[in-house]
């Protein structure tokens, strides 16, 4: 089963930047995509963006504006997301997942990390 390690999280302030890493074992050769999700208390998970290590094609949701990069390592087995010009509203447990193809649909995951906390100040 694959395995998913995240790290990287912290408190940081409005403007600020961050990487976040997340450390991939136990795939199979297959056409494993990993995700980046996020999820504020009472708010819904959402897909924050995702990387295909099959073809290295990478995806953003809308509110990145441009301010996030994700990226794999060279032997694809850790995935990074940058976080720049970091906001409030980007304060959330960040995690990231494992699905046979990108989506931004929580459901299509099927391999969690434990996540780890974003906490964006003024």
């Known amino acids: 089963e694959v395995q998913l390690v995240e790290s990287g999280g912290g408190l940081v302030q409005a403007g600020g930047s961050l990487r976040l890493s997340c450390a991939a074992s136990?795939?199979?050769?297959?056409?494993?995509?990993i995700g980046w999700f996020r999820q504020a208390p009472g708010k819904e998970r959402e897909g924050v963006s995702c990387?295909?290590?099959?073809?290295?094609?990478?995806y953003y949701a809308d509110f990145v504006k441009g301010r996030f990069t994700i990226s794999s390592g060279r032997d694809k087995n850790t995935v990074y997301l940058y976080l720049n010009s970091l906001k409030p509203e980007d304060t959330a447990t960040y995690y990231c997942?494992?699905?046979?193809?990108?989506?931004?649909?929580?459901?299509?995951?099927?391999?969690w990390g434990q996540g780890t906390q974003v906490t964006v100040s003024l």
């Open positions: 997942a494992a699905a046979p193809g990108c989506s931004a649909y929580v459901d299509d995951f099927h391999s």
């Open positions: 990387i295909s290590r099959s073809d290295g094609s990478t």
């Open positions: 136990g795939f199979t050769f297959d056409d494993y995509a």
